[in-house]
């Protein structure tokens, strides 16, 4: 029987618990000897791998973060690592690799299959929602809804008090959790990376509005603007109201994975155990236009992530 050996890696995602439970099963019905790497990388490096067991799958589908636990490694870097990696790989008989994970680990493996032609696919999974080529990564759905449920609650003290608040989301260099989480939480103010912004005309229209009975005001800023400080700043000095800035930070990695990070994991796991059965070798499962399929690790690693036109149009005006 061939080994295939399933592992999560880079930050944690919710969904990852299920793309590993459906990867397993399906594995397991396609005549495969499926094995578990855990801590990711390091767990490759250092020879944390077994055969999965049902007990190991069973009851995580609605766990958050990884159960495989997770990690980002230096060593994977060194060619050395690499080798003790195959090697480990080598002894118990793995020629398949599937990896849940981001960017980064599809770079990892790529270079590892550069080095020893081990085949791998490859899941997106990251709350950051930055991986070209496919519109989904697992994850992002949950985590949406978490800075949903944060917005909300904010909003119950910021009314109250007549207060603004500034709300700091994840995503590296990705606007997508700001943008989305602003428009879904109806905020005044939206500051990504992806759109210039203007807060002379933001000033502008936000004075109107409080003299127009607006009491209160919510502003979404994605970590990559590193603009959230100086906002809080500038709302007290410029429209003279008591600000305040909520850094959501970890609690947008965690929490069970919505119904659509479930369907999503399950769809991804398949389309990747089919996608190694077929005889690719480094694929990244993605999810375009409402379908889902497969790209080049090349093309991946060498585009840059465009956001969704629609999402940028509707946010354009929150940030002027
Ligand atoms: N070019 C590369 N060669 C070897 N290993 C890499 C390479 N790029 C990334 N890695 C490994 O992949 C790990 C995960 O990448 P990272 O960017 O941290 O997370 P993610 O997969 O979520 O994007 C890194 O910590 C590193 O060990
Ligand atoms: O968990 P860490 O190491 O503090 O990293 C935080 C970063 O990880 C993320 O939560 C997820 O990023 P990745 O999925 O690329 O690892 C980013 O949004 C955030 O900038
Ligand atoms: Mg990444």
Request: hydrophobic share 40%; net charge negative; proline share 2%.
């Amino acid at each position: 029987m061939e080994g295939i050996a399933i592992m999560t890696s880079g930050g944690d995602a919710a969904g990852m618990n299920p793309a590993v439970k459906s990867a397993v099963d399906y594995s397991i019905k396609q005549g495969l000897k499926p094995f578990l790497i855990r801590n990711g990388l390091r767990g490759m490096i250092d020879g944390d791998i077994a055969e999965a067991t049902r007990e190991d799958v069973s009851g995580i589908l609605h766990r958050g973060g990884t159960v495989l636990r997770s990690s980002r490694s230096k060593r994977f870097f060194e060619y050395e690592y690499r080798k003790q990696a195959y090697d480990n790989l080598q002894k118990l008989g793995i020629n398949k690799l599937i990896v849940i994970g981001g960017d980064g680990s599809f770079a990892a493996l790529n270079q590892f299959y550069a080095d020893f032609g081990v085949p791998f696919a490859g899941i997106p999974a990251t709350i950051d929602n930055d991986i070209p080529g496919t519109d989904y990564c697992l994850g992002v759905d949950t985590a949406l809804n978490m800075i949903r449920d944060s917005i909300d609650s904010i909003r119950d003290t910021a009314t109250s008090f007549s207060r603004a608040f500034v709300i700091e989301t994840m995503g590296r260099h990705c606007g997508y959790l700001a943008m989305v989480s602003a428009l879904s939480s109806g905020a005044e103010i939206c500051i990504v990376p992806e759109l210039e912004y203007d807060l002379d005309a933001i000033g502008e229209r936000l004075r109107k509005d409080m003299k127009d009975g607006r009491g209160y005001i919510l502003a979404i800023v994605a970590e990559g603007t590193n603009m959230a400080e100086y906002l809080t700043r500038w709302i007290k000095v410029n429209l003279n109201m008591e600000a305040r800035l909520t850094v959501l930070g970890h609690v947008q990695r965690g929490g069970s994975p919505t119904v659509r990070d479930r369907i999503m994991a399950y769809k991804f796991a398949v389309a990747a155990v089919d996608s190694l059965q077929a005889g690719n070798t480094n694929k990244i499962m993605i999810y375009k236009d409402g379908v889902l399929g497969t790209e080049d690790i090349e093309t991946v690693n060498s585009t840059k992530v465009e956001l969704n036109d629609q999402i940028l149009q509707l946010c354009e005006h929150l940030s002027k």
